[in-house]
């Protein structure tokens, strides 16, 4: 088979794939990721497709060393690679985080709990399981019964008051993608502004919450 003709076919799928924007995308979900309060929907499509793309490119990466291309062009490939390797890895990572951080509130909440991969649901029940072991037998077995709780502060305290939730009403820097003129902020009908294209914005994370989902406005 004619090398040349393989180096050209592997660009030509490099470029196909990278001609959909998903670096960009990535970096939209990456940083979306790591600003909000709260853990965001898994990006299962992106994920898979972003996998596929650094596949390709170490295997033609790893075509142009053998075949002798000339460096300054493998070095700018090897650029985007380690890039697109970062944002996906980062974007897992700080996931994982979060989960770590809030597993027992997002163990009890659906909706928070449908927004994980399968992979994360697993670690999540494993990591929440490790975590009442430890706590039962290092501290919470040698208390009274009504504190044996590792949810609530007592048998008389309200159910999870001990497990940590994000915060909501915390404030975000968000941009707009696009116009979206008088934007209510709270439920009083009172607290209206008015989103302008790629203004920057620091706003309650839960009164632009449904933006975000929606991909309307990214945070930044």
């Known amino acids: 088979m004619d ?3 393989g180096e050209s076919s592997a660009a030509d799928d490099y470029e196909s794939l990278m001609s959909t924007t998903d670096a960009e995308l990535l970096k939209s979900a990456w940083r979306n990721e790591k ?3 709260e853990i965001l929907n898994y990006a299962a499509d992106l ?3 972003s996998r596929q793309q650094i596949q390709l490119m170490e295997e033609m990466v790893d075509d142009y060393i053998n075949d002798g ?3 300054l062009t493998v070095s700018l490939y090897q650029i985007d690679l380690d890039r697109t390797m970062f944002l996906l890895r980062s974007y897992l990572r700080t996931r ?8 027992f509130h997002i163990q009890k909440t ?3 709990w449908n927004r994980l991969s399968k992979q994360e649901q697993k670690f999540a029940s494993r990591f929440a399981g490790d975590i009442k072991n430890h706590l039962d037998q290092s501290v919470l077995s040698r208390l009274p019964d009504q504190y044996q709780s590792h949810l609530r502060q007592s048998a008389a305290s309200e159910e999870g008051d001990m497990v940590p939730e994000p915060q909501l009403d915390s404030y975000v820097v968000c941009r707009s993608k696009k116009y979206l003129g008088a934007y209510q902020l709270g439920d009083s009908g009172e607290e209206l502004i008015n989103i302008e294209a790629d203004d920057l914005y620091a706003l309650p994370y839960k009164s632009i919450k449904p933006l ?3 991909g309307q406005v990214d945070l930044v």
């Open 47 to 49: 994920v898979q497709r």
């Open 35 to 37: 600003a909000a309060p």
């Open 69 to 71: 291309v000339d460096p």
């Open 110 to 112: 659906a909706e928070e």
């Open 212 to 214: 975000i989902e929606s």
């Open 96 to 103: 994982l985080q979060k989960i770590e951080k809030y597993v």
């Open 3 to 5: 090398s040349g003709a």
